[in-house]
């Protein structure tokens, strides 16, 4: 299974790589042999080489040049990195990216042999236009992005299930996974208030693949229990 954790703006350089050994450590004492990757803010990015994968949280879709703030992939081949989230509903609806501007950065970083973490989800406004609406809107989420690419990682994070301790229910989880599914055959995370207390019944669902955590993967001990009990499932 793949257990990710998604730092977004929080802890500095130097708590980040505390984190990452805590967690590193962790893995080699239980002998996790599940797929763990993490993402810190970019400023936190470093070489690392062990079991934990660590990813960029974004990057622009260019080698190098002027586009003042961005970060290209010069800058994230200097620490190794081979894995990018790219979609997350915060760069969609809190820093405004379009769905075109997300396919440019699929385009480029596939055309790279990276690892796409690809995130996609409803608002709540959509969820509650019912079914067919939620569909069709996760279903423009799809546009321009290769489903079958090999490298691709697929989460289904519903807009208002971050930070809000709200979860769809587990039924809810099955079915639209299951539709995902259809979409695309790429393993599938859930995201949106994975805590300790709901991970593991989230990750024995049919369907989900794997977990994407945000605010509960701040704590590093937190997320070596969601990692373990991946670990005892071993799906
Ligand atoms: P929370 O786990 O804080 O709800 O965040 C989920 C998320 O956005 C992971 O990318």
Redesign the pocket.
């Known amino acids: 299974m793949i257990i990710a954790a998604?730092l977004k703006t929080n802890l500095t350089r130097e708590k980040t790589a505390k984190y990452i050994k805590e967690v590193e450590s962790f893995l080699s004492k239980n002998s996790i042999s599940q797929e763990v990757i993490v993402f810190p803010a970019i400023s936190s990015l470093n070489l690392h080489v062990g079991k934990v994968t660590v990813g960029a949280q974004n990057a622009y879709p260019a080698i190098n040049g002027a586009f003042t703030g961005e970060t290209g992939y010069e800058q994230l081949e200097e620490f190794g990195i081979k894995t990018i989230l790219i979609g997350?509903?915060e760069r969609r609806h809190v820093i405004g990216e379009t769905q075109g501007m997300l396919v440019k950065k699929f385009n480029f970083y596939k055309e790279l042999g990276f690892k796409i973490i690809y995130?996609v989800g409803e608002p709540l406004a959509v969820r509650e236009a019912g079914h067919d609406k939620m569909m069709e809107y996760i279903s423009n989420q799809y546009e321009g992005i290769d489903a079958s690419y090999e490298k691709l990682i697929i989460a289904y994070?519903p807009v208002w299930?971050?930070?809000t301790g709200l979860t769809p229910t587990l039924e809810d989880i099955v079915a639209i996974h299951k539709e995902l599914k259809e979409k695309s055959s790429a393993p599938l995370l859930y995201?949106?208030?994975?805590k300790v207390t709901n991970a593991k019944e989230v990750l024995a669902l049919d369907g989900v693949d794997g977990i994407?955590?945000?605010?509960?993967a701040l704590y590093a001990e937190h997320f070596c229990t969601m990692c373990e009990y991946a670990q005892k499932l071993d799906k």
Do not use: F, P, Q, T
């Open positions: 998604n997350h509903s995130c994070e299930a971050i930070g995201g949106g208030s994975v994407l955590v945000g605010s509960a």
